[in-house]
């Protein structure tokens, strides 16, 4: 299982990728949101994987965006998070 944090902004986005051992495949900061680069970076991990991301305004399209590559999708509370990235 890997799980990736998410901190979306409008326009930006941070994304770290953990697997269970806790090793850290993947980290990409973007000063852009685009759905291209999202299917892109998700799309190199074809295990199974959840994101977990901050409710926020736009959560949506990430969301739907996320759910359609099969990534199960988990909305924290900003207040509850310790760390995400």
Request: with cysteine; glycine share 6%; proline share 2%.
């Amino acid at each position: 299982m890997l799980y990736s944090g998410v901190h979306l902004h409008r326009r930006s986005i941070i994304i770290c990728t953990e697997n269970e051992g806790g090793t850290v495949p993947a980290h990409h900061k973007s000063t852009y949101t685009q759905s291209k680069l999202i299917n892109n970076y998700f799309r190199l991990w074809p295990d199974q994987h959840r994101g977990l991301v901050e409710c926020t305004t736009g959560l949506d399209w990430f969301s739907d965006i996320l759910r359609s590559l099969r990534v199960d999708v988990v909305l924290a509370h900003a207040k509850d998070l310790k760390m995400i990235c």
